[in-house]
Nanobody, 124 residues
Framework: QVQLVASGGGSVQAGGSLRLSCAAS????????MAWFRQAPGKEREGVAF????????VYADSVKGRFTISRDNAKKLVYLQMNSLKPEDTAMYYC?????????????????WGQGTQVTVSS
């Protein structure tokens, strides 16, 4: 059974940094592409960062380009999201997702498994 467990969220002031982690188990991690999504209260879930199964192909949402970095360690079955220069508008619940059936980096249909979410709160 595929399991994704996200961690690393917290409360920081604007300009600060956090690193989120997503630990995977129960499947062949290296055969899945991974992504981070986020959902703020009252807003739709949006894609933040995508990484291919090999790590060679990476895509970022325009809102986080230059500030966030996604990476993965296939040997450890981990995917990371390094978040720097955080802004209050980055406040959201962050979810990691795994998939193999492509429908687009930000299309929910691309992802068959989701983590439970980790809260990120950025104060001004």
């Amino acid at each position: 059974q595929v399991q994704l467990v996200a961690s690393g969220g917290g409360s920081v002031q604007a300009g600060g940094s956090l690193r989120l982690s997503c630990a995977a188990s129960g499947y062949s991690f290296s055969s899945y592409y991974m992504a981070w999504f986020r959902q703020a209260p009252g807003k739709e879930r949006e894609g933040v960062a995508f990484i291919s199964n090999s790590g060679e192909h990476i895509v970022y949402a325009d809102s986080v380009k230059g500030r966030f970095t996604i990476s993965r360690d296939n040997a450890k079955k981990l995917v990371y999201l390094q978040m720097n220069s955080l802004k209050p508008e980055d406040t959201a619940m962050y979810y990691c997702a795994a998939g193999r059936t492509w429908a687009g980096a930000w299309d929910n249909r691309s992802y068959s498994n989701w983590g439970q979410g980790t809260q990120v709160t950025v104060s001004s």
